[in-house]
Protein backbone atom coordinates (compact mmCIF):
# COMPACT_ATOMS: atom_id res chain seq x y z
CA UNK A 1 0.00 0.00 0.00
CA UNK A 2 1.42 3.64 -0.91
CA UNK A 3 1.73 5.81 1.75
CA UNK A 4 -0.77 8.31 2.66
CA UNK A 5 0.60 12.22 2.55
CA UNK A 6 0.18 12.49 6.17
CA UNK A 7 2.66 9.54 6.38
CA UNK A 8 5.14 10.91 4.20
CA UNK A 9 5.35 13.96 6.01
CA UNK A 10 6.29 12.50 8.97
CA UNK A 11 8.47 10.47 7.47
CA UNK A 12 10.10 13.69 6.29
CA UNK A 13 10.18 15.09 9.98
CA UNK A 14 11.42 12.07 11.29
CA UNK A 15 14.26 12.10 8.54
CA UNK A 16 15.18 15.69 8.77
CA UNK A 17 15.34 15.42 12.55
CA UNK A 18 19.12 17.11 13.63
CA UNK A 19 19.30 18.49 10.02
CA UNK A 20 16.33 21.26 9.86
CA UNK A 21 14.86 23.20 12.28
CA UNK A 22 10.94 22.28 12.48
CA UNK A 23 9.96 25.34 10.91
CA UNK A 24 12.26 24.96 7.91
CA UNK A 25 10.35 20.95 7.56
CA UNK A 26 7.03 22.84 7.36
CA UNK A 27 8.15 25.29 5.16
CA UNK A 28 9.41 22.07 2.86
CA UNK A 29 6.09 20.47 2.92
CA UNK A 30 3.81 23.52 2.25
CA UNK A 31 6.29 24.49 -0.65
CA UNK A 32 5.71 20.49 -1.76
CA UNK A 33 2.11 20.99 -1.54
CA UNK A 34 1.62 24.14 -4.03
CA UNK A 35 4.51 22.79 -5.74
CA UNK A 36 2.52 23.85 -9.24
CA UNK A 37 1.86 27.51 -8.14
CA UNK A 38 5.81 28.02 -7.16
CA UNK A 39 7.13 30.83 -8.82
CA UNK A 40 10.78 29.91 -8.29
CA UNK A 41 12.02 26.50 -7.64
CA UNK A 42 15.47 28.55 -5.65
CA UNK A 43 12.82 28.95 -2.59
CA UNK A 44 12.42 25.08 -2.29
CA UNK A 45 16.06 24.87 -2.70
CA UNK A 46 16.76 27.37 -0.08
CA UNK A 47 14.43 25.61 2.31
CA UNK A 48 15.96 22.39 1.84
CA UNK A 49 19.52 23.11 2.53
CA UNK A 50 20.96 21.95 5.55
CA UNK A 51 22.87 24.72 7.33
CA UNK A 52 26.72 25.06 7.18
CA UNK A 53 27.83 23.08 10.72
CA UNK A 54 24.53 20.96 11.07
CA UNK A 55 25.48 17.13 11.59
CA UNK A 56 25.87 15.01 8.42
CA UNK A 57 25.89 11.15 8.36
CA UNK A 58 28.66 9.59 6.75
CA UNK A 59 27.54 8.48 2.98
CA UNK A 60 27.59 4.64 2.26
CA UNK A 61 30.15 3.05 2.27
CA UNK A 62 32.10 5.34 4.52
CA UNK A 63 33.00 4.50 7.93
CA UNK A 64 32.40 7.20 10.81
CA UNK A 65 35.51 9.16 11.55
Do not use: M, Y
Not at 6 to 35: C, M, N, P
Amino acid sequence: DPLTRAEIQDKLRTAAAGFLAADAVERIIAFVDGLERLDDVRELLAAVRVPAGAATLPRSGQAEG
